[in-house]
């Protein structure tokens, strides 16, 4: 089973950016959608964002234009760019990774990490 591990998230006023990484503990080509979701307590988990392993990206509507969702094979990393943080950015959130050969912006993925806190002030 692959181990993901979060770093990157932070407290960051509105405006402002974050770059969230994924470290893989095995080859991410592997898995054919890499992603990454969030979590508010109390909410239900949303997709963000995915890449492929040709990658094809998706995005939540919320996050379109802001976000950039990058995997690098070679380092086996997964990169999350959040410029333009709003208040309602705030939240945990997670690097998944799964091989069901669909790539959505979702967040049922078979494999998580524990999660990056990310709180944005406004």
């Known amino acids: 089973e692959v181990q993901l591990v979060e770093s990157g998230g932070g407290s960051v006023q509105a405006g402002g950016s974050l770059r969230l990484s994924c470290a893989a503990s095995?080859?991410?080509?592997?898995?054919?959608?890499m992603g990454w979701f969030r979590q508010v307590p109390g909410k239900e988990r949303e997709g963000v964002a995915a890449?492929?392993?040709?990658?094809?990206?998706v995005y939540v509507n919320s996050v379109k234009g802001r976000f950039t969702i990058s995997r690098n094979s070679a380092s086996n990393t997964l990169s999350l760019q959040m410029n333009n943080l709003k208040f309602e950015d705030s939240a945990m959130y997670y690097c998944?990774?799964?091989?069901?050969?669909?790539?959505?912006?979702?967040?049922?993925?078979?494999?998580r990490g524990q999660g990056t806190q990310v709180t944005v002030s406004s």
């Open positions: 998944a990774a799964d091989d069901r050969g669909y790539c959505s912006a979702r967040s049922d993925y078979d494999n």
């Open positions: 095995e080859y991410i080509n592997r898995y054919y959608c």
């Open positions: 890449i492929d392993r040709n990658g094809v990206t």
